[in-house]
Structure formats: structure tokens, C-alpha cells
């Protein structure tokens, strides 16, 4: 993306957008964006393992709660499942 694009919407990104509505589920009184870590918001690890659960049940993708500790952001966990969920790549 260069400066001159626009950021694209959480309307366009349904993945991301109910990520971050599981994550503001786990998380009362939060606002979780794309930028927010998840530590930052209030998570710990009761929370990233209900997230792992969540998104195991919600989506059919196992993520490594390792993954969600060194995630830099909820952006990044984001990235994670749509590459998942978009199958491995072909040549």
C-alpha cells in the first residue's frame, strides 16, 4: 500500500472484522483494532487461549498460541488466519 491508498476497510475484511468483534467479546471494554496487541487491550493467557479456541471453532484454524503471544499486533494474527484459511500456496 503507498501513502496515496487509502487504508482499506474492516467492512471489506470480514475475517478481520470478526476477529476483532471476538477479541472485544473477550475482552469487555476494549476496542480492538488491527493495530491494537492484544496484551495492550487487557489479554492474558487465559484470554489467547480463548481466542485460540474461538477461532479453532469459528474458522477451522488452529493457531499455535505461541503465535498470539509474539504477535506484534491483532493485525498479525489476522494475517496468520487468511493465510490459513486461503490453503497452502501454489506454484
Not at 487509502?6 to 467479546?25: D, V
Not at 480463548?50 to 474458522?59: E, I, P
Amino acid at each position: 500500500m503507498t501513502a496515496t491508498q487509502p487504508p482499506r476497510s474492516t467492512a471489506a475484511e470480514p475475517t478481520l472484522a470478526a476477529l476483532l468483534a471476538l477479541c472485544a467479546e473477550l475482552l469487555p471494554g476494549s476496542a480492538p483494532t488491527a493495530a491494537a496487541n492484544l496484551f495492550a487491550l487487557g489479554a492474558d493467557s487465559a484470554t489467547l487461549t480463548a481466542l485460540a479456541a474461538a477461532v479453532a471453532q469459528r474458522w477451522g484454524v488452529e493457531v499455535d498460541l505461541t503465535d498470539l503471544f509474539d504477535a506484534e499486533d491483532l493485525g498479525e494474527v489476522h494475517a496468520g488466519i487468511a493465510a490459513a484459511l486461503a490453503g497452502p500456496a501454489r506454484p
